[in-house]
């Protein structure tokens, strides 16, 4: 079945610099999904991306998507605090409406 | 988006017995959907619910362990029996984004431990 490989598993940064985490898909998408999920909290839907070689933006947030549609990254520039948390693609592939997701990348942001 | 009510928020129980975890949606909805969280992992989904039929479980998850009901369209309860320690685990609620473009809503999750 599909998988989704994301890496790295954590990432610890200063407060200020860059982030950035990856995914890989074994199989050609029709779209990804990224979520946030805080500590003690529950992941919410931050965007989706679809068409091949897709770029978003919301704010210091960075969403790619590559152009054979089985990998994706999310960059943040200059963390903050505010960025702390665990961050999970998740992809559809097919006909499929359900998302398998990633492992997740832990970001830890030190002040 | 749509918004959901879980509960309990957490619980600690004792292993031989059972927790019903409810999923209120303050809008009608086709499928809802059940997954697992163990601690620092991924999200695994258990079952999807749709009103009026059997939920329809993925693999390694089966009826007898984790009974599931969906008596109308924005209300779904899923059950886990006979737990044990390896229960313990976040379980969530999940319903489709509403229109294009959106993704996945998910309940506050329920953070159950197994004594």
């Known amino acids: 079945g599909q998988q989704v490989m994301q890496i790295p598993q954590y990432q610890h940064v200063q407060e200020g610099e860059d982030f950035t985490t990856y995914c890989n898909s074994s199989?050609?998408?029709?779209?990804i999904q990224w979520y946030k999920q805080r500590p003690g909290g529950h992941p919410v839907f931050l965007i989706q991306?679809?068409?091949?070689?897709e770029v978003k933006k919301q704010k210091r947030l960075t969403f790619q998507f590559g152009e054979a549609k089985k990998n994706s990254s999310l960059h943040i520039t200059a963390t903050q605090t505010t960025d702390v948390g665990t961050y999970f693609c998740?992809?559809?592939?097919?006909?499929?409406?359900?998302?398998?997701f990633g492992r997740g990348t832990s970001l830890i942001v030190h002040p | 988006s749509a918004v959901i009510s879980q509960k309990p928020s957490r619980d600690i129980c004792q292993r031989g017995t059972s927790l019903t975890i409810q999923c209120q949606v303050d809008s009608q909805v086709t499928m809802m959907f059940w997954y697992r969280q163990q601690p620092g992992q991924s999200l695994t989904l258990i079952a999807t619910a749709n009103q009026g039929s059997e939920a329809t479980y993925e693999s390694g998850f089966v009826i007898d362990k984790f009974p599931i009901s969906r008596p109308n369209l924005t209300f779904s309860t899923l059950t886990v029996s006979n737990m044990s320690p390896e229960d313990s685990s976040i379980y969530l609620c999940?319903?489709?984004?509403?229109?294009?473009?959106?993704?996945?809503?998910f309940g506050s999750g329920t953070r159950l431990t197994v004594v």
């Open positions: 999940s319903v489709q984004g509403q229109g294009m473009g959106y993704g996945y809503t």
């Open positions: 991306l679809v068409k091949s070689g």
């Open positions: 199989t050609t998408l029709s779209n």
């Open positions: 998740a992809g559809l592939s097919g006909g499929s409406y359900i998302p398998t």
